[in-house]
């Protein structure tokens, strides 16, 4: 299984930032009392506290119980704490209550693939793409799935859909390199990593991909100095186990005199 994509984040989250009105049978102040839990718990998920998010979209449940938006934020709060299990189990129960809910279906998707496993997290998001068919994200995601398990032609579909959408993502470009790497094909792949580095030319993940398919083209000395600039402008503490790769990478190239 090819590695070294870019995985999705909460930088490209779709969150379900609205809220429903309550039944007309509750009174205004539970009313006014649970939404101002729910938007409360949306301050929190904003600002990345996933605790106290969690807490406030509980809150509000316990005033209505029936509120999708309140457990496709409050699973999203679940997943900011790397609670998973929960997650799905709040994205299961909003699905339950509207099993049209996009949030709920795109966002299991994304846990699913976070949990390895990506044919659930395929079915997610076709469905999800039933009810949005204009979403790139989830083209994106999806594209994602399928290149965990190694369909890549599908991935490239997807990946193509998703830069139809939007063309200027170097993210969707550069994963839709690894696509073609996975066929074997290195030229396309070249391209797709210089594509996403004209675009962000401090994409370091492309640069050392950029390496892979250049050793893959035989142009060994080109390789090489591609993965000596990954191991200058990569992040020491994220990137750590490519940077030990790429070293890899230049030992070998080394020992066949390139």
Known sequence: MIKCRVLWGFAV?????????VAQAQS???QETAEKYFTEGLAALEAGDGAQAAAQFTKALELKPDWVEAYVNRGQAYVFQGQLDKALKD????????PESFEAL???GRVYTKLGKPAKAVTNYTIALEFKKDDWQVYYNRGNAYLDEEKYKEALQDYGAALKLNPKSPEVIHNRGLAHLGLGQAGPALEDFGQALTIDPKFSLAQYNRGRALEQLGRLSEARGAYRTFLQEANPTTEKPLLEKALEHLKELKEKGS
């Open 13 to 21: 989250l779709l969150l379900a930032l609205v809220f429903t009105g």
């Open 91 to 98: 994205f299961d129960k909003a699905l339950e209550l509207d």
């Open 28 to 30: 205004a102040p539970a």
């Open 106 to 108: 795109y966002n299991r």
